[in-house]
């Protein structure tokens, strides 16, 4: 496996990485629907391709066999407004595994790269977002030293009928 760049004009490379991870949280967050890929993946493509177009941002591609395997999106800002943070802060949009090669250390690495170019970029501050379902990545975060700072919580508003 060899972790490399992954350019804006690639990532169609990853949208079967991505349709994976969609999968992953219909199951471990079955309460609240997903989107299909088909969907999906344009929308989420013009999330990154907006992110990768600021200064610092960046994406990773996992690959085995000239296939991509996993991949990451990091999205590079100014300081959190409310919480004290260094000048810059990273917040990892994205990271996906297929699940043929969850397990086999291939999100290690990428995050491992991950926090190299953090730290080569001088952020000190990392963030990402966990579906609440999904223990084992919160697992394998809080190996790494994350810490849940916050939760998201969710409900559906329906319009009233009747009035």
Do not use: C, Q
């Not at 990892?92 to 970029?121: D, K």
């Amino acid at each position: 496996m060899a972790i490399r760049p992954l350019r804006v004009a690639e990532l169609e490379l990853v949208a079967p990485v991505w349709a994976s991870l969609l999968a992953h949280h219909g199951e471990v967050e079955p309460r609240l629907p997903t989107r299909s890929a088909v969907e999906s993946w344009p929308m989420r493509r013009a999330d990154y391709e907006r992110w990768l177009a600021d200064d610092g941002s960046f994406a990773l591609v996992a690959e085995e066999g000239g296939a991509a395997v996993g991949y990451a999106v990091v999205h590079v800002g100014g300081p959190d407004e409310t919480w004290v943070t260094s000048e810059r802060t990273a917040e990892v949009e994205s990271l996906a595994v297929l699940p043929s090669h969850r397990g086999a250390g291939v999100g290690a690495a990428l995050m491992n790269a991950v926090e190299a170019e953090l730290r080569r970029l001088g952020i000190e501050d990392m963030w990402l977002a966990v579906v609440a379902g999904n223990t084992e990545a919160a697992r394998f975060y809080e190996r790494r030293g994350l810490r849940t700072y916050m939760h998201r919580m969710h409900r559906r508003l329906t319009l009233d009928r009747d009035g």
